[in-house]
């Protein structure tokens, strides 16, 4: 159903769902097809839906962490449940639904035709991955999550399920706590913007839109990803476990994890001046040659820098080529020469490399030779980029790859604000640690969850439209409107300073006065951002998102320093030159909340939610008519 309102000079046209799922990758699409198979009403709104993480990212083989379903291995729902948690600053009830789920949306989307690999008896046999001994992980090849959305978009559209391509959500609509709809930018009509706001009035939201990807310079998610939780911090949704990240070894312009093989066939780390001159390969700087080749083989399944490993472990690696690229030079990966020049010999090789390689068949040539034995399909992803690994080394920087943290949810995926789900990589459902390719379990397990609450929630007495919302959003853009553009400027900067002061390497001070350029922005932020055409506004506006996100993640990282921790997951703590000691679990056990007030944000610490030790005797659910329902 739609009519129309009008506020000024603008017409809006109002749509009326009971649910809006934001988001076209893996998780959002999810949820469509589960909302696609019953009888409410939803849409998919998507800023487009060729964008995003899922769609447009991936490795030498792509991770998806599920309960284990192959071999004589003993695994449990209980177990892995545990193993998620003690990841740290992991809710007990979350971990168990990523366990007890993971089964079913991993077959889900085998059903569907996502092409993970079995043997002629139909097990999925699966390896070891980072911060995770069991052999849990699962791929479909580098392309993993693109072949799950691919899936997934076929099969709601088979199902009719509507999609509103082109369309930019930019502001919440909340009423007493609860949600009452979205405003969003139509980008195909931004020829008459008077035409271009429409309003989408619905009973619950579905937020999938991915992790803060615009946040930093220095990133592996791809240029089509911004991310969007600023409208959500606007409108009252609290954060949680922002400090968290994943930051590892990527390449430059065209973005990709080199993680796995890519590391696994021993390439050659070297950096230049930036011309080209003075080729120095700077690990051997501070590592011995056996040394050096034992790190870069563990770089292949401890791909994420790791503050535990950041002294005598494969993190080196990490802070080696971050120190590189800081003193002005550029760093890269060369597949055509093996390392250590002349000295290279197999015999330097650990036991774990040498008997890796040996039953990969791949203990011989050079690392490019032994790529295209193990892996040719991690070499064809470069080819197909335009980058040939036989002849052109890849440069290379330590970039943000994920968030762990993101909206505070509840077990259902639910947020504070009643109605408003986040999904995905969305939601804070990760800890400090968590295994490779967890996340792409969470997009299906969170789809689900979020899904069977929202289809079992009570009908609500709908809430009339606040204009006056809308129009100071109209009045924004229209300020915005100016004679000259420097969104992209904007746009630099405020990546430049995350990079350079909130990545893996942080200190209190730093971190302190990206708080003060932050704010600076905000208050600025209308000739700072403008543009000088209706077409550049979805621009301006990302950047307005982008802006509040940083000034959340940046005063959790503040407040978690000030309160004397310690490195730990993703990042080490510097002060008087030199890092913070390391203390395992450090604030483990507690989470960190964050809630945007203005133009501040409060710090407020819980207890983590244990894991539920529930019911499974079985005749006793077989009675109970609601899981019976479920």
Same mark, same amino acid.
């Given at each position: 159903m739609k009519n129309k309102v009008?506020?000024?000079?603008?017409?809006?046209?109002?749509?009326?769902?009971?649910? #809006?799922?934001?988001? /076209?990758?893996?998780? &959002?699409?999810?949820?469509?097809?589960?909302? /696609?198979? &019953?009888? =409410?009403?939803f849409c998919v709104v998507t800023e487009g839906i060729h964008m995003g993480t899922s769609r447009n990212t991936g490795s030498d083989k792509q991770t998806y962490y599920k309960l284990s379903v192959a071999g004589d291995t003993k695994d449990s729902v209980r177990q892995m449940s545990r193993d998620l948690f003690v990841g740290g600053c992991m809710n007990g009830d979350t971990a168990l639904c990523q366990a007890a789920l993971s089964a079913r949306g991993f077959f889900n989307l085998v059903n569907i035709g996502v092409p993970f690999p079995s043997n002629e008896f139909g097990e999925y046999a699966g390896y070891k991955t980072d911060h995770d001994n069991t052999l849990r992980a699962v791929s479909a090849g580098p392309l993993t999550s693109k072949y799950m959305v691919e899936h997934l978009e076929k099969e709601v559209k088979k199902n009719d399920a509507e999609i509103v391509d082109r369309c930019l959500a930019v502001e919440l609509l909340v009423k007493d706590g609860r949600i009452n709809g979205l405003v969003t930018l139509n980008t195909d009509k931004l020829d008459d913007i008077t035409e271009a706001f429409s309003i989408f009035k619905c009973k619950n939201i579905i937020l999938a839109t991915g992790g803060p990807a615009g946040l930093y310079r220095d990133s592996v998610y791809p240029h089509s990803q911004t991310g969007s939780s600023g409208f959500a911090f606007r409108a009252g949704a609290l954060g949680a476990n922002l400090t968290e990240w994943q930051y590892g070894i990527a390449s430059v312009g065209f973005r990709w994890n080199l993680s796995g093989s890519f590391q696994q066939v021993l390439p050659r780390y070297y950096s230049t001046q930036s011309d080209g001159s003075d080729e120095n390969e700077f690990l051997y700087d501070s590592m011995s040659d056996e040394d050096l080749l034992a790190m870069t083989f563990l770089k292949g399944y401890q791909w994420p820098f790791d503050a535990r490993k950041a002294v005598n472990g494969s993190s080196r690696i990490d802070l080696a080529v971050f120190k590189e690229i800081r003193a002005g030079r550029r760093g890269y990966l060369d597949f055509a020469k093996n390392p250590l020049g002349k000295r290279f010999d197999f015999a330097l090789l650990s036991d774990e490399c040498k008997d890796y390689l040996e039953a990969s068949e791949a203990m011989f040539g050079t690392p490019i030779e032994r790529l295209l034995k193990m892996n040719p399909k991690a070499y064809d992803v470069y080819k197909s980029n335009g980058i040939d690994l036989k002849s052109a080394p890849i440069e290379i920087c330590v970039a943000a790859q994920h968030c762990n943290g993101g909206l505070a949810v509840d077990a259902d995926c639910q947020t504070n604000i009643d109605g408003l789900f986040a999904i995905g990589e969305a939601a804070a459902t990760f800890g400090i640690y968590r295994p490779g390719g /967890?996340?792409?379990?969470? =997009?299906?397990?969170?789809?689900?969850?979020?899904?069977?609450? *929202?289809?079992?929630?009570? /009908? @609500?007495d709908s809430c009339e439209i606040d204009e006056t919302k809308i129009a100071e959003l109209i009045d924004l853009s229209e300020r915005l409107l100016k004679d000259k553009n420097n969104t992209a400027v904007f746009r630099d900067r405020l990546q430049k300073r995350m990079s350079d002061n909130a990545s893996f390497l942080r200190t209190a001070d730093g971190i302190k006065t990206c708080i003060n350029n932050c704010l600076e922005d905000i208050a600025d932020f209308e000739e700072k951002s403008c543009v000088d055409s209706p077409a550049r506004l979805p621009f301006a506006l990302r950047n307005r998102d982008l802006l509040d996100t940083q000034l959340v993640y940046l005063s959790a990282m503040l407040d978690y320093i000030e309160k004397g921790g310690s490195g730990r997951g993703s990042f080490v703590v510097e002060e008087n030159g030199s890092s913070r000691?390391?203390?395992? &679990?450090?604030?483990?056990? *507690?989470? @960190?909340?964050?809630?945007?007030?203005? =133009?501040?944000?409060?710090?407020?610490?819980? !207890? #983590?939610? !244990?894991?539920?030790?529930?019911?499974?005797?079985?005749?006793?659910?077989?009675?109970?008519?609601?899981?019976?329902?479920?």
């Open positions: 009008t506020i000024g000079k603008y017409a809006l046209t109002v749509h009326h769902y009971n649910t #809006v799922i934001i988001g /076209s990758g893996a998780a &959002g699409l999810a949820a469509a097809y589960e909302l /696609s198979k &019953g009888d =409410t009403s /967890s996340a792409l379990n969470a =997009t299906q397990v969170d789809a689900l969850r979020a899904t069977q609450k *929202v289809c079992t929630r009570e /009908s @609500q000691p390391f203390v395992d &679990g450090d604030f483990a056990d *507690v989470i @960190q909340h964050m809630e945007l007030c203005g =133009t501040g944000c409060v710090a407020k610490w819980m !207890p #983590v939610r !244990p894991i539920p030790n529930p019911e499974i005797w079985f005749e006793n659910l077989l009675r109970n008519d609601e899981y019976t329902e479920n």
